[in-house]
């Protein structure tokens, strides 16, 4: 039973920096795509950035040159570095690990940016 497990996200103020970690656990086999998503207190959930296997990165605009996405295969985790943070940033952040058949859901992390 493959679970992801999150880390990072916290309270920061607006211009401010976190650094968030999803590692996926039970599970020794890699995962093609690896990504972030968020949902804003009513708002659907939207992407945020994805990373394939290759190390093909995509992003939303609205993040482009703020936010960074990397893995670390050998750990089966990804992060998301998140700078220059806005008010508008707030949301519970989802990771979100894909193979070619099943797609795997963290628990969700708060990041909340004060203004």
């Known amino acids: 039973q493959v679970q992801l497990v999150e880390s990072g996200g916290g309270l920061v103020q607006a211009g401010g920096s976190l650094r968030l970690s999803c590692t996926a656990s039970?599970?020794?086999?890699?995962?093609?795509?690896m990504g972030w998503y968020r949902q804003a207190p009513g708002k659907q959930r939207e992407l945020v950035a994805t990373?394939?296997?290759?190390?093909?990165?995509n992003y939303t605009d609205s993040v482009k040159g703020r936010f960074t996405i990397s893995r670390d295969n050998a750990k089966n985790t990804v992060y998301l570095q998140m700078n220059s943070l806005k008010p508008e940033d707030t949301a519970v952040y989802y990771c979100?690990?894909?193979?070619?058949?099943?797609?795997?859901w963290g628990q969700g992390t708060q990041v909340t940016v004060s203004s």
């Open positions: 990373i394939t296997s290759g190390s093909v990165t």
């Open positions: 979100n690990f894909r193979r070619i058949w099943t797609v795997y």
């Open positions: 039970g599970s020794s086999s890699s995962f093609v795509t």
